[in-house]
């Protein structure tokens, strides 16, 4: 590649002066030239793309967020059923999951007590 023609017009601030930037310019924006640093286009495509990356990781803790929100109104739901049906006799060879509900409502009801 042969050295650039023209120099990055771009203002900067640097070692506490202002000048241009300097650096060779390969370019063209508007009538201006350009290192690939300063180029504005660039520089709105990495920005564009740092900004999907945020509304990708924002929708990604939104979901969670609303998973977690989701699990604990079923937990209360269960819960609720569980205090509910905690004094409901089931005899022996009744159905096992209706007494381990049973048993499950029982010690929700004591621990809430405890609270
Ligand atoms: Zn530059």
Known sequence: MS???HTCEKRV??????????RG??????????CKTHHPPTIEAKNKARLEKWKCKWAA????????????TRRDEL???AIEHKDEFWAPGEDP?????SDIGR??????EGE
């Open 25 to 34: 310019a390969r370019y063209e924006h508007e009538g201006r030239w350009y």
């Open 61 to 72: 803790k939104n979901k969670a967020r609303e998973r977690d929100k989701n699990i604990n």
């Open 3 to 5: 050295k650039a023609e």
């Open 13 to 22: 601030f640097t070692n506490h002066h202002r000048g241009l930037c300097g």
């Open 107 to 112: 010690q929700l009801a004591e621990l809430r």
């Open 79 to 81: 819960e609720a059923l």
């Open 97 to 101: 999951l209706r007494i381990k509900l």
